[in-house]
């Protein structure tokens, strides 16, 4: 089955400053992968998401970026702000009728220094 | 919309008890999926439904039970209550049908706690 290693496991940055998560999965045939943030005590939320037919995708201060190739993805916060603090996963899937299961990384704790 | 609708929000529970954790969705998905979530940890999947009347393993399911009797409802059920059960119980719904795709959304969980 899949397998989804994300890195690091906690990451602190001055506000302001970007951060970068970053994950790699096993299953060549993946094509669909989703960021979810996890506010404390809260819901996972998805907060942007990526197929494998594009390299890129941004809305406003986050960005992801897919190489295939390496089988490898990222997630990029620019202009960091208080409210970014929260754990972060990553998850990777076959999107494809009947066969719809998330694999998710062990996620990221994001601490937004003031 | 309310979107996933889990029910209750916390609940403890003996050893050796029994309870089914409620999950409603109005979104009309056809997937509906029930994750753990351990203290510190990621999310692990225990079932999923593929549509009303289908139901298939997870990664974790032993311990467990689910069934899928509307589109809307994707009950799971715990037997035999024991402490390693202690967790954050997620539900969560998505659309796939060909080239359509609603990702997953996640209810508001249910902490259960077994001592």
Redesign the interface.
Known sequence: GENVEQHPSTLSVQEGDSAVIKCTYSDSASN?F?WYKQELG?????II?IRSNVGEKKDQRIAVTLNKTAKHFSLHITETQPEDSAVY?CAASI????N???T????TRLTIIP | NAGVTQTPKFRILKIGQSMTLQCAQDMNHNYMYWYRQDPGMGLKLIYYSVGAGITDKGEVPNGYNVSRSTTEDFPLRLELAAPSQTSVYFCASSYTSGTQYQPQHFGDGTRLSIL
């Open positions: 669909y989703p809260k819901r996972p939320q998805l998401d996963f999107v494809d009728f009947g719809e299961k998330l998710f990384g062990t996620g």
